[in-house]
């Protein structure tokens, strides 16, 4: 009972914290970056005090792996960047299904850079995906949607070329530090990137950000991501299993197919949207079962 509802909790979380930053990238269509970085302020605000009270971080990892610890987090923190451009173009749900494609760039990366094997399973979990994918895009739309969800393709690839940089990094890290010692260093790089990507390119947009109408908004999306990111850790430690716990977050475009439908009104293509995102997740759960 308890793995279901982490799992449950996990995956609701995320679908908010989808649902937030489609609603932050519309409302904000030009600060991602300063959006994505107090999100990154929140998550290590919630985080890294609890860390440095219960685990045992060392200063010598720092000192060490200082090189990939800034390699993950400017990484990650384009790619947290580029999530929310992806929003911009892409509805919440199309633009959860997209973020699949994360994934088997990730499996990619791992097989060329740590030298993991591919399998024929793996390959036909990635060729499921990017079906997926193409069959929710293979629909009929005006030139002006067409054109966003170009863009939104676009950044996708960046997106999946950033994450498949932190998920390799990251892993090379857990490995040779532990997991007290990445969450303080490698999520404060993360925050520190976050930040002077913001203050470089379009400082001025944080008096958009700080407006008091958008402050709820950002609250919510820092909390919800905190607690999605607790949420899978934990499914990690409760399924005693990284690659089912990978699976089964990705059922989460099916969550955010419904619940953006629900909460965001939109509905435009719902049942291609939910038959995507259900061979989508069938897909993830081929490549790591």
């Known amino acids: 009972m308890l793995a279901v509802a982490v799992v449950l909790s996990q995956n609701l979380f995320g679908a908010f914290y989808t649902l937030l930053s489609r609603r932050l990238s519309v409302t904000l269509p030009h600060a991602q970056l300063q959006m994505s970085a107090v999100l990154y302020t929140v998550t290590v605000a919630m985080v890294l005090p609890f860390v440095w ?38 509805d919440a749900a199309m633009g959860s299904l997209l973020m699949t494609t994360h994934v088997v760039a990730a499996v990619l990366a791992a097989m060329y850079v740590l030298g993991e094997r591919l399998g024929l399973q793996e390959i036909a979990g990635a060729v499921v995906v990017v079906g997926a994918v193409s069959y929710a895009l293979s629909v009929h739309v005006s030139r002006r949607e067409r054109r966003n969800w170009t863009f939104g393709i676009l950044f996708t690839l ?132």
């Open 158 to 289: 960046l997106g999946a070329l950033m994450f498949s940089i932190s998920a390799v990094t990251e892993k090379f890290l857990l490995d040779q530090i532990g997991l007290a010692s990445y969450l303080s260093w490698g999520w404060g790089s993360q925050w520190l990137c976050g930040v002077l990507l913001s203050l470089l390119f379009g400082a001025r947009q944080y008096r958009q950000v700080f407006k008091s109408g958008h402050a709820l908004l950002l609250w919510g999306a820092g909390l919800t991501r905190g607690v999605m990111g607790f949420m899978f850790v934990l499914s990690i430690v409760t399924l005693k299993s990284l690659c089912i716990a990978v699976v089964l977050a990705g059922l989460r475009p099916l969550f955010v197919s419904f619940l953006g439908a629900w909460i965001l009104r939109e509905r435009k293509f719902l049942g291609r949207k939910v038959i995507a995102s259900a061979a989508a997740a069938t897909g993830v759960a081929i490549m790591f079962w």
């Open 53 to 90: 009270y219960l685990g045992d971080v060392s200063v010598a990892a720092l000192q060490q792996y200082w090189p990939y610890i800034l390699l993950c987090g400017l990484a990650t923190a384009i790619s947290g960047g580029v999530a929310l451009l992806i929003f911009r173009y892409m």
